[in-house]
């Protein structure tokens, strides 16, 4: 019976009740915390845009505006795609969005490379890093014209 | 009853309720500590509250016509500044208000630098000092958006854009403002309601916790004494001063805001509403974001696409946070000023500080390259604009270094001549931004170790003979 009271002694000294009743409060005011935290994330963060992923035709704007320009940005889903006609008068499709702070990159005709104003980065037709600090290559993707005019765009699966 | 003794029983029937004669005597007895140093450094704070007011108060003015929406926002601007009576004005006021709102932070922050107002007990005031400098520019970010204009479209886009370079959370946290993959009107609504809700709560909270901070432990006296050997009443005397400070900065606002309703025009100093953001145009050329953004900007143009195996833009936003960081600690960094002692090279580090922020926004300003025209064909060479940069920063610091040696007795400076070095070799010696703040780095490193192992050699003599 000694033994026994010494033991639980050691016990009760070792996790005294306050002890175990704080160590029960704090994890349930973290999961409190967490229970209030969790939905708050979960809504703050947007869900996936939904969008036409396959081949898309050009309306007949847009190839007006290829014609006039010489290039175009149009959004293909969720990605938005430079369609641009090379001086060879071939027709080529990039990302538009810069691989450097994502601006909207642009189509030189005169100097046949895609610009970004932001950061001067430079590219060239098929999508490299000519100069500026841009550290990847612009993602290519697929346009064709067939017999009628009409443009379809083909966006690449990253 | 004379108005007199109406007033007093008038204070009296509330000092039995809410006993504030306390506060009364506190206020009566309240000293601003006089020193050496000019005491118009301990206005900025003041007027930098006051702009903040302006803000609040023309910012509700706006509230009410403004509407967030695609359809909307852009409108809204412009039906404010051309149809309602003095919206012109309200909005120029909200601009002007905001830029020099942020200018007398800046100066205020660089002067508690200067003055080591930070030094125990009064590290805490220095770090909610710059947490309100950073909601100062989480104010400026997130209202560049609200006119939906093509200027605030790429600003957004390419800010917003840096975060994801955030290690494991970058991803998450650019969904998370930008309310999707990428700038759309849903980043509007999320910055609306940062920029009328959650930054004002925070920024009152927090700027309470400053002034109830200053007011406990009252404003730094100057370095070496614990209390100033003289002081200045606070009411009547330093109130009315700031009461004068404050009349003078109305004044100032209200005749830029009429004379110059759409900013002086300089890059990053303007908001003419221009034309309505359309995600499927291309940037523009000569975007720049606001002037108190443009060293971050050229700091990104001068990154690499790739060093040290990570991309220019990671090691670009590491740099600057690493910068940050050690500004927010500069007063447990600064172990002389902790021990009350001169520590030169703090005051030296804040000069550098200001050499290498002017030198990055000139260089933003493209001064001296030429210009861009609008097809990208004819860009500023930045050899020259380096060239220029270089020269007008010279003779700034030659000037700054003459008068800190003339009236402040300053003898300390490495960290002002490496920044100055970094701008000679890259500006005139033609090496890379980078490259040439390498090899001034490496040298500022090597003069502070031999005056460290000096000063350790020299401590023991100075300590007395056997």
């Known amino acids: 019976m000694r033994g026994a009271s010494l033991a639980e002694k050691a016990i009760s000294n070792r996790w005294p009740r306050r002890r175990i009743l704080d160590a029960m409060l704090r994890l349930s005011a973290l999961g409190w915390l967490a229970s209030v935290l969790y939905p708050v994330i979960r809504y703050l963060k947007p869900l996936p845009l939904q969008g036409p992923t396959g081949p898309v035709r050009l309306s007949q704007a847009e190839v007006l505006k290829i014609e006039h320009d010489k290039f175009a940005i149009v959004p293909i889903g969720r990605t938005r795609v430079l369609v641009f006609e090379d001086p060879e008068g071939e027709l080529r499709a990039l990302d538009a969005k810069c691989t450097h702070e994502g601006c909207t990159v642009r189509y030189v005709p005169g100097e046949s490379l895609i610009w970004c104003p932001c950061h001067n980065g430079r590219f060239d037709l098929t999508g490299r890093v000519l100069a500026g600090p841009p550290p990847r290559p612009l993602a290519r993707h697929t346009a064709i014209r067939d017999d009628a005019g009409s443009i379809t765009v083909s966006v690449a699966i990253a | ?466």
């Open chain 2, 1 to 466: 009853m004379s108005s007199g003794r109406a007033t007093r029983s008038l204070f009296d029937w509330l000092d039995a309720r809410y006993s504030i004669s306390p506060l009364i005597q506190f206020v009566r007895e309240k000293e601003v500590p006089l020193g050496e140093h000019s005491m118009a450094w301990y206005f900025l704070g003041g007027a930098t509250l006051f702009f903040f007011t302006i803000q609040i108060v023309s910012g509700v003015l706006l509230l009410m016509y403004y509407q967030p929406g695609e359809a909307t926002s852009y409108e809204s601007i412009r039906y404010i500044t051309t149809q309602v009576p003095f919206g012109w004005l309200v909005r120029s006021a909200h601009c002007w208000s905001a830029h020099l709102m942020i200018a007398s932070l800046v100066v205020h922050m660089f002067s508690t630098m200067m003055l080591k107002a930070y030094r125990p007990p009064r590290e805490l005031t220095w770090v909610t000092g710059f947490v309100l400098f950073s909601l100062a520019l989480g104010f400026g970010f997130s209202g560049y958006l609200l006119p939906w204009n093509e200027l605030a479209f790429f600003a957004t886009a390419v800010g917003t854009d840096s975060v994801k370079s955030v290690p494991l959370l970058g991803n998450w946290l650019l969904q998370v403002l930008r309310g999707g993959p990428d700038v759309t009107i849903n980043t509007l609504y999320r910055f609306f309601a940062l920029h009328v809700c959650i930054l004002p709560i925070l920024t009152v909270g927090l700027i309470s916790v400053h002034l109830i901070f200053i007011q406990r432990q009252g404003m730094a006296p100057p370095r070496g004494e614990r209390k100033a050997p003289r002081g200045m009443k606070f009411f009547p005397s330093f109130v009315l001063r700031d009461a004068l400070l404050w009349l003078v900065c109305v004044t100032a606002l209200g005749a830029l805001a009429l004379l110059l309703p759409y900013g002086p025009g300089i890059p990053g100093v303007e908001w003419e509403l221009g034309h309505k953001a359309d995600p499927l145009a291309p940037a523009f050329p000569g975007i720049k974001p606001e002037w108190y953004f443009l060293w971050i900007y050229q700091l990104l143009k001068e990154f690499p696409p790739h060093l040290f195996g990570l991309e220019g833009p990671q090691l670009c936003l590491l740099l600057v946070t690493a910068l940050m960081t050690a500004w927010a600690l500069v007063p447990w960094l600064d172990r002389k000023a902790r021990r009350d002692e001169p520590s030169p090279a703090f005051s030296d580090f804040g000069v550098a500080a200001i050499f290498f922020l002017v030198f990055l926004t000139l260089k933003a300003w493209d001064i001296g390259g030429g210009g861009g025209d609008a097809q990208g064909a004819q860009l500023p060479d930045p050899r020259a604009v380096a060239w220029t940069c270089a020269w007008i920063l010279l003779p700034l610091a030659a000037a700054v270094t003459l008068l800190r040696v003339a009236v402040f007795r300053h003898r300390w400076f490495v960290f002002s001549a490496a920044a100055l070095l970094h701008a000679v070799l890259h500006g005139f010696a033609g090496l890379s931004y980078l490259g040439a703040g390498a090899i001034a780095a490496v040298l500022a490193g090597l003069a502070i170790g031999v005056a460290v192992m000096r000063e350790r050699r020299a401590a023991p003599t100075m300590g007395g003979g056997p």
